[in-house]
């Protein structure tokens, strides 16, 4: 995520796209920059989730994802709520200072009342709701968080050439988050919603 005028993924909100991934693990999958990416058409069904809105500049984007994602995790854990896949990030808006974003956690079912008080008492601010649904276009990036954009040029270029018109809120599958935005060890799932 860089300055809004050559991100990329501003390029991609003026497209109008949407991006999401399936749950972690559920099938072997070549994350990889691809000059021409390899798209999966998906039917996403709505699942329950847990939810956090926040907002954050451009150079702190990895540490605000990262830790709002954490967070869902713990606060889902410490009221037993189980996880039903990797953390969904939607992003709502940007301007040259930064962005605001909903990170969503899938969850294996509804919370009892207990347990989302449970979940709101860990992680106040929290909300319950559910993920993004309906047919997707899906991408994927490999590598450092810092260099995700390479990703987002290659879709973006692709959904071109194809004349695809897509929806204009797009989601992030945080697959695997290295500890730093240079850690080759992410894994980011990106979908785009054709509309």
């Known amino acids: 995520m860089r300055a809004l005028a050559p991100s990329p993924r501003l390029h991609l909100i ?9 749950a972690p693990g559920a099938r072997a999958q070549d994350y990889g920059v691809l000059e021409t990416p390899a798209l999966e058409t998906l039917r996403l069904a709505a699942r329950p989730a847990a939810v956090l809105r926040g907002e954050a500049a451009w150079e702190e984007a990895f540490d605000a994802l990262r830790a709002d994602a954490g967070a869902l995790v713990d606060a889902a854990a410490a009221a037993g709520i189980a996880s039903g896949g990797a953390p969904l990030v939607a992003f709502k808006g940007a301007d040259d200072s930064g962005f605001s974003y909903a990170v969503h956690l899938p969850l294996a079912r509804r919370p009892e ?3 989302a008080d449970a979940a709101l008492a860990a992680r106040p601010g929290l909300v319950f709701g559910a993920t993004p649904a309906g047919y997707a276009l899906r991408a994927a990036h490999a590598g450092p968080y810092a260099e995700i954009d390479e990703a987002y040029d290659a879709l973006t270029a ?3 050439r194809e004349g695809l018109i897509v929806d204009d809120v797009y989601l992030e599958e945080l697959v695997a988050l290295g500890e730093t935005a240079d850690d080759p060890a992410t894994r980011v799932g990106i979908l785009v919603f054709p509309n």
């Open 113 to 115: 009342p207990e347990e």
């Open 158 to 160: 692709h959904l071109d």
């Open 14 to 22: 003026a497209l109008a796209a949407a991006l999401v991934l399936a």
